[in-house]
């Protein structure tokens, strides 16, 4: 079982950065492909950014273009979002997921296709 933890959430104005963590266990996160999701109060779960195991590819969604850059650190297991420009509009639970098998999975947008999820971090943008 992978255990996933992010960290790195808080209060921001608007038009402030957070840069969020995500940190794995065990001693294989290198083969996963890894996304971040933001969650609403009373939304759904939606993609905002993946990477692949390597961190040869990126891909992010259409909100996250040019405001946001993922990336990863495999020899410390730890995934990162550096959000940038927030708007209050970003406040959400944040959440990181892995995937574990399968081809372009840095490019997954649905949670139901990915195999791990942290507990979340929230992310508050003040107006």
């Known amino acids: 079982q992978v255990q996933l933890v992010e960290s790195g959430g808080g209060l921001v104005q608007a038009g402030g950065s957070l840069r969020l963590s995500c940190a794995a266990s065990g001693r294989t996160f290198s083969s996963y492909a890894m996304g971040w999701f933001r969650q609403a109060p009373g939304k759904e779960r939606e993609f905002v950014a993946g990477i692949s195991k390597s961190a040869s590819s990126t891909f992010y969604a259409d909100a996250g273009k040019g405001r946001c850059t993922i990336s990863r650190d495999n020899a410390k297991n730890t995934v990162f979002l550096q959000m940038n420009s927030l708007n209050p509009e970003d406040t959400a639970g944040f959440y990181c997921?892995?995937?574990?098998?399968?081809?372009?999975?840095?490019?997954?947008?649905?949670?139901?296709?990915?195999?791990?999820w942290g507990q979340g971090t929230q992310v508050t943008v003040s107006s």
């Open positions: 997921a892995a995937k574990v098998e399968g081809f372009y999975n840095y490019r997954r947008r649905r949670v139901d296709e990915y195999d791990y």
